[in-house]
């Protein structure tokens, strides 16, 4: 039974565009938590049964909150995935790699990861951005074998160069980063961003999908692929 949680507690269906019901599949949780300082999503998968969890993105307090979520899980965090290279998602990457944890990011985000300045007029005053060793550069079209599970990777650049959606096929979810939001599109506007991009990676890694594919954006609530096609005024099918 997969269900949504957030810190205060149980809702399994809170978010969720689909009945909830459909998310029954081998003891996967989804955590969620929407963390500082621009309301950045973070996610933990815990799979109690194999003692793994693994955590989408690192927003300021990521890795506390996962931490304390995949123990209280009786889990060992085994990878965290970044969406993407900005610095929202990835302000806690260095605790995990301090951990000891594998981190996961795509290779087009290299010089995001790498030369954080480029990013400096965007940021906040007083953030400190911290380096974090990537175990492992993604490539597009890849599966990755987690928590026993296959998960994806498509490619989704126009809000960055290597904003990755990771997909599940048998848990219904994708985890898309900050290309697509419920009824809103990302930002293109910032370095290496690009709206033509934007808009075909949508349509051809998004749309694609399993219309009851249930969506978990980097900001926001989560949505469905259908809900998005049937309504999303930004990015037509
Ligand atoms: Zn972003
Ligand atoms: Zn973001």
Same mark, same amino acid.
């Given at each position: 039974m997969l269900s949504l949680r957030t810190t205060h507690g149980?809702?399994? $269906?809170?978010?969720?565009?689909?009945?909830?019901?459909?998310? $029954?599949?081998?003891e996967m949780e989804l955590h969620k938590k929407e963390l500082p300082p621009i309301g950045t999503n973070a996610y933990c998968l815990t799979d109690s049964n194999r003692g793994e969890a693994i955590v989408i993105d690192a927003p300021e307090g990521g890795f506390a909150w996962a931490s304390a979520i995949a123990k209280g899980a009786g889990c060992k965090i085994v990878a965290l995935i970044l969406t993407h290279g900005h610095w929202d998602h990835m302000l806690d990457a260095a605790d995990f790699d301090a951990a000891g944890i594998p981190i996961l990011l795509h290779e087009a985000d290299r010089e995001l990861l790498e030369r954080p300045e480029c990013m400096r007029d965007y940021t906040l005053p007083g953030i400190e951005l911290r380096n974090a060793k990537i175990s492992r550069w993604l490539q597009a079209g890849e599966t990755l074998e987690l928590l026993g599970r296959s998960m994806e990777v498509r490619p989704v650049p126009?809000?960055?160069?290597?904003n990755v959606l990771i997909y599940c096929a048998e848990g219904k979810l994708?985890?898309?980063?900050?290309?697509?939001?419920?009824g809103s599109m990302g930002r293109?506007?910032?370095?290496?961003?690009?709206l033509d991009q934007l808009e075909h990676s949508i349509r051809t890694?998004?749309?694609?999908?399993?219309?009851?594919t249930v969506l978990y954006s980097g900001h926001g609530p989560s949505t469905s692929v259908g809900a998005e096609k049937a309504g999303n005024p930004y990015v037509r099918p």
């Open positions: 149980l809702r399994a $269906n809170e978010g969720l565009p689909v009945d909830a019901a459909s998310y $029954n599949f081998r126009g809000h960055c160069p290597g994708a985890f898309v980063g900050d290309a697509i939001f419920a293109y506007d910032l370095p290496g961003g690009d890694q998004v749309y694609t999908l399993p219309e009851d």
